[in-house]
């Protein structure tokens, strides 16, 4: 029997959920504010939607951030998918200790150390920082999420499944792609939009290894946002939640499409 | 197994760990012993900004006059002036004090969550997360508008007549760890929610049975259980808080820094790579035994579960 979900359980849940939602509604409720003062209602307008519409400098950073977050979601999925297998499937390999600690290290890392290592390491090799520069340093950061989210889905997985299919005739590489590959889609396809997003969103290490004619949406922003708050800004920052927001709920009904039938027992792995 | 399986099998073997692995030593190992070294090396007005520069084809000699030509001064300098030792001591206290605030406002949340229904509990996974995925920097920039002179907070405490003047939020401490609670609490909530969830009820029933009251089953059936969960949640806020950049520069006053700010600064203004290289430096060494424990913590987590 499971203990009741008292008063003081719902009052905390519901005000911490408060505590995260508020800011983000106020907002966006403020980006469609008349008024050329932020925080003084001028009624409802799009004028600061329109206002970015001609500010060609913020969309060109928008592309480019959308360019690198793609790119380097793709490569940290495929890097973190490997890791993940790796480190569940492989057993005992020499160097798994220091594999998993690396594994890790960045999700914690402080991103100035992040981007300062990074950034020395581009000028060692002598390459010129800008757009594949940052790529490649997004990727560090976010393929260890991509990794985490495969490694526990893969650490439920059914390995039976996998063997059913070779045992009964079907190549290693062809059971993996029909039969080990559309299971583990969601975990994978998850980790994509987690990569994806906070590339997105990085200001810190885009910093330090981009170049000129690579400003990132979030340095363009924090630069904007250091000279004070513009209603543009809101109308900017509006648009990526929405956008994030429509990755993460397609992202989910796919997930549950797609994952429905075999998540709702987990089972424990074989080994 | 066929000879074809066996084939296949080496050949993912060595892919699977082979390319990570060598991702691994190419973009985290090899950087940040580049940073080690330039910690040790002086600032030059050159192309790159430091010297002694490694030149391979001067052979053995140069390896010599490399390796005396580096030194601890820039260690030295980190040691004895105030400015940089300060801004380490904030980092580490700030950080440390909204861990704690951070515990204190995710337990009860956690704990509630792992209480819901059963079917409400993936929706209020789900409504924590969410946040998490829209941008750091925007959830920053929201309470600007928010905490500034003529902002909202000011504008709902006079309405409600509990301050009389507009108070000062922005550039304040307050607003500090207003941010950095703000953008943690996922990470603080949803460990302890898995620690939570996984917890076996009839342990609390047992306690009860045997006369022990509530309170004190938490505190002696409950916390211990979710121990692990609650180390992992605070690292996973103390260790990035520590390093932060954008929350202090952005809520923050200009009067004292953090480390991560102090770092930029070196950096991109003063254009003294070797200091913010020492500086990145001692940072790490000083969280090596948070960030250890940590993966300690997530290892356990993952792999034996």
């Known amino acids: ?271 | 197994m066929t000879a074809s399986a066996a084939r296949f099998d080496r050949w993912y073997r060595r892919l699977a760990i082979g390319v990570p692995y060598l991702w691994f030593v190419t973009f985290l190992l090899v950087p940040f012993l580049i940073v080690l070294r330039i910690g040790l090396s002086q600032t030059e007005l050159a192309q790159p900004p430091y010297s002694p520069v490694f030149d391979p084809a001067a052979g053995w000699q140069g390896i010599k006059e490399f390796v005396s030509a580096l030194s601890f001064a820039n260690y030295r300098t980190l040691f004895s002036d105030w400015l940089y030792l300060s801004s380490y001591l904030r980092s580490l206290t700030v950080a440390f004090i909204a861990t704690a605030i951070l515990l204190v406002i995710g337990l009860p949340m956690a704990y509630g969550m792992a209480r819901a229904p059963r079917w409400m509990q993936p929706m209020l996974v789900t409504a924590v997360i969410l946040p998490f995925w829209t941008a750091f920097l925007i959830r920053i920039y929201a309470w600007i508008t928010i905490l500034q002179r003529d902002g909202l907070l000011n504008d709902v405490l006079l309405a409600l007549g509990i301050i009389k003047e507009p108070a000062t939020w922005l550039a304040t401490d307050t607003a500090i760890f207003i941010g950095i609670v703000y953008s943690y609490l996922p990470f603080m909530v949803l460990p302890l929610y898995a620690a939570f969830e996984k917890m076996d009820d009839t342990l609390l029933e047992a306690a009860a049975d045997l006369g022990c009251p509530r309170w004190k089953a938490f505190w002696l059936v409950t916390l211990p259980l979710a121990w692990p969960g609650i180390l992992a949640g605070c690292l996973l806020c103390f260790i990035p808080a520590v390093g932060e950049f954008v929350i202090p520069d952005l809520l923050g006053g200009s009067q004292s820094l953090f480390i991560g700010q102090t770092l930029w600064t070196e950096f991109f203004s003063n254009k003294d790579w070797p200091v913010a290289s020492a500086l990145a430096t001692l940072l790490l060494t000083i969280l090596l035994v948070p960030i250890l424990i940590f993966q300690r913590v997530q290892a356990r987590e993952l792999e034996e579960r």
């Open chain 1, 1 to 271: 029997m499971r203990r009741a979900f008292s008063p003081f359980n719902m009052v905390s849940v519901a005000l911490g959920l408060a505590f995260l939602y508020l800011p983000i509604v106020i907002l966006v409720i403020f980006s469609f504010n008349d008024s050329k003062l932020v925080s003084v209602w001028g009624g409802w307008s799009l004028r600061w939607y329109r206002a970015l519409l001609d500010d060609s400098a913020i969309l060109q950073a928008a592309w480019v951030s959308l360019r690198i977050a793609f790119l380097s979601a793709c490569l940290a999925t495929v890097l973190g998918t490997l890791a993940a297998f790796a480190l569940v499937r492989m057993g005992r390999f020499r160097g798994r200790l220091a594999f998993s600690a690396m594994v890790y290290a960045p999700m914690v890392m402080p991103e100035v150390i992040i981007g300062l290592s990074l950034l020395l390491l581009f000028v060692a090799i002598d390459i010129d920082r800008g757009f594949w520069t940052t790529m490649l340093a997004h990727t560090v950061l976010t393929m260890c999420f991509v990794t985490v989210v495969v490694q526990s889905r893969l650490m439920w997985f059914d390995w039976s499944l996998e063997e059913a299919a070779m045992d009964l005739g079907c190549r290693p590489l062809r059971a993996f792609f029909t039969v080990t590959l559309p299971l583990i889609l969601p975990a994978i396809a998850a980790g994509f939009m987690l990569a994806f997003t906070l590339s997105l969103d990085d200001l810190v290490i885009a910093s330090f290894t981009t170049g000129p004619g690579a400003t990132t949406l979030p340095i363009r922003i924090y630069s904007e946002v250091r000279l004070g708050v513009k209603p543009e800004i809101n109308a900017i920052c509006t648009l990526m939640i929405a956008f994030v927001a429509v990755i993460v709920v397609t992202g989910s009904l796919l997930a549950k499409r797609y994952g429905a039938a075999e998540t709702e027992e987990p089972r424990a792995a074989p080994m």
